[in-house]
């Protein structure tokens, strides 16, 4: 009982993720499309938004994926070590690309308004997206060994 039910809140969440990211593919398109219409935005930063919110969406998407899967794989009896090292390296990678660009949009928007004082926020972006990357590394190089013996 107490594991269907597990299953159950594992793929609603992984359902609510999916959803999530389907609603903010349709927003990205949607402020694409009126940014185009519209003479008032610049079309570089425009694009870069739209990416920057598709590449979130496919985070959402990634992560209900790796809750649904971490589950069913469980019950496959496949091996839950490499699912999670794969579903992890996928999210972190994701959100790293996001972080990115999210700090690419912020240095652009910067030097158009000279504001170039302002630009230690992006590169504190960038140095905690070289630190995330880091310890992606880490957890990588640590959990090698817990997943080759799992895997024998």
Known sequence: MLHQYKTGVALLFSGVFHLLALLLVGLS?????????????????LVIK?????VIALAMYELGLGVGKEYAAEE????????????I???VGTVCIALV?????MIIKYSQLDL??????PVAILVACAF????LG???????????????
Do not use: K, P, W
């Open 76 to 87: 496959a009896g496949e091996n839950i070590f490499q699912n999670i090292r794969r579903t």
């Open 50 to 54: 739209a990416i920057n919110t598709l």
């Open 132 to 135: 995330l990357l880091l310890a």
């Open 116 to 121: 170039a004082g302002n630009l230690y926020y």
């Open 89 to 91: 390296t996928r999210f």
């Open 29 to 45: 398109f949607s402020t694409f499309f009126n940014g185009l219409f519209s003479s008032d935005g610049d079309m570089v930063t």
């Open 101 to 105: 660009l999210e700090a690419l949009i």
């Open 138 to 152: 880490a957890f990588l190089a640590l959990t090698r060994q817990v997943c080759d013996i799992a895997a024998d």
